[in-house]
């Protein structure tokens, strides 16, 4: 079975979550598979080690996962972003519509050097406006954004769209 074929597998469905009508694709059960975790490191270092990148940000809370490992995978920082009001020191933040609402998310302003390329990592691509507002978030700072990456995308819901404007590699490992 191949590394898509494990992660689908692996995935598990939890219908009406976080609201009536949504499917939530649920990663946690992927990371109790300590070899499926590493492979899935493995392959995103394998793709993002062909360009240049300076730095990671993971958007909170899942991106921190395989967005640190891949981090240490390449040997570079990792810059955590964050909801408002959960970073201590100073912050740049960037207010977003959602689906169901707005959002606010936060960097420090001493994450991201001048000029630095930075890849935006998170679990999953659904319309986009969470890695929409993190690359606003690396710009604000003064960094390039590098490319996208993700473990799973919503193709139905073309997030990657959103992305297009930044004109650089959006990589998910599956798309449902």
């Known amino acids: 079975m191949n590394l898509q074929e ?11 979550f976080p609201k009536p009508g949504i499917v939530f694709k649920d990663i946690t059960p992927l990371l109790k598979d300590v070899s499926l975790s590493s492979d899935i490191t493995k392959a995103l270092a394998d793709y993002w080690s062909r360009i240049d990148i300076d730095a990671i940000v993971g958007i909170e809370s899942r991106g921190f996962i395989w967005g640190n490992s891949l981090a240490q995978k390449l040997g ?13 020191a100073d912050t740049f933040s960037y207010k977003y519509d959602l689906e169901y609402g707005s959002a606010e998310m936060e960097i420090h302003r001493d994450g991201i050097l001048q000029n630095q390329k930075v890849l935006v990592h998170d679990d999953l691509l659904a319309t986009g406006g969470t890695a929409m507002a993190a690359a606003e978030l690396i710009k604000v700072s003064g960094g390039e954004v590098a490319g996208f990456s993700f473990l799973v995308e919503l193709g139905f819901l073309k997030g990657v769209n959103s992305l297009k404007p930044y004109d650089c590699d959006v990589h998910s490992l599956i798309t449902y």
Not at 6 to 16: F, K, L
Not at 76 to 88: A, D, E, S, T, Y
């Open 6 to 16: 494990r992660i689908i597998n692996s995935i598990r469905d939890v219908p009406d």
């Open 76 to 88: 570079i920082p990792f810059i955590p972003i964050r909801k408002k009001g959960k970073l201590p």
